[in-house]
């Protein structure tokens, strides 16, 4: 489901953050995070998803040409889908992403990808640049 709207969210956990260069190999470093962190939360049988989630949000905050460093975030918090992990990536760009629908060209997939797999994404404006974030619940049924 989409959402471009802020859900409240209870954080259960201390978010895990980690600041990245604006560039395409930043994508496997946020792998490495989500891997380790879901590891450490025991809820490995995230990782799949979370891993192609981050490197989606990631990617596309690197074609923004921002030039200062990106935050990506992985947190537990509870909010209306339940109790998720969300993953987000603080980018310095204002521009909003686009969800192309039906997008079978080189591009434009991604945020489809993300929008299959998350319970809920949207995006935050930020006075300078934006947090887009994904929610993948704890229990998949």
Known sequence: MTTHQPISSVPIVRPT???????????????????????????????DDAELVVTELVSNAAKTGCRTSMLVSAARVSNRAGRVVRFAVR??????????????????????????????????????GKTIWADLRVDRT
């Open 17 to 47: 953050t980690a600041s990245l260069p604006y560039e395409p190999q930043s994508a496997s470093a946020a792998r490495r995070l989500v891997r380790d962190v879901l590891a450490d939360w025991e809820l490995e049988h995230l990782s």
């Open 91 to 128: 980018d310095g760009s204002r521009t909003l992403p686009v969800l192309v629908p039906g997008a079978t060209g080189d591009s434009g997939r991604g945020l489809a990808l993300v929008d299959h797999l998350a319970a809920f994404w949207g995006v935050d404006m930020e006075p300078h």
